[in-house]
């Protein structure tokens, strides 16, 4: 481990007036002259910029994902990518993710029929909470308690108000379809 010097007295630095360029010394008090006057350091923490794809960072409950990636969970390979869609994709605090299933099957290459019921399924088992309607569109965020894009405050604030997530999934209602008498 490095040792830092620490100065014991006045400290001399080269500085340039901006007004004249002319090179001046300056005498700085060192840093014992200066302990008392100042509160002590805190650390800086450590800065996640993991290359070469810095950016946020998502807070997920492994055992609980762990459990959706069984083969026994009930949400089949489609519910995951979805999920994992919705991690990745996923606006900060618990803001619902503004895209349709038409878009979101653009971007994973399925059929918007297989996002809705996905998506059915995933909300139906708490992964998914329903935040926002707009006509007949729904808009769905993460759950807290499954996964968070924020502070660790904010994720206990949002998951007083959260369900819990149920795995294994829970069965699929069958369809509602009326049938047309013959006339």
Known sequence: MKQQRRSTGPVSAEAVNVETGE?????LMGDDALSGLREPRKPIPPRYDWRPHPGRHVNVGKSLLAKVWHKDSGYDQNARD?????IAHAPEFGEPLRMTFKEISHTLG?????VQRCITQLHAGGLLLEKEKIGRVKFYSLNPRAAFDGGAVAQVAATK????????????????RTRRKAS
């Open 23 to 27: 090179v001046v010394q300056l005498a």
């Open 82 to 86: 979805i999920l994992g869609f919705y």
């Open 110 to 114: 399925v059929q918007p029929n297989t």
């Open 161 to 176: 108000e959260a369900r819990h997530p149920v795995v294994p999934a829970p069965a699929a209602s069958s369809p509602r």
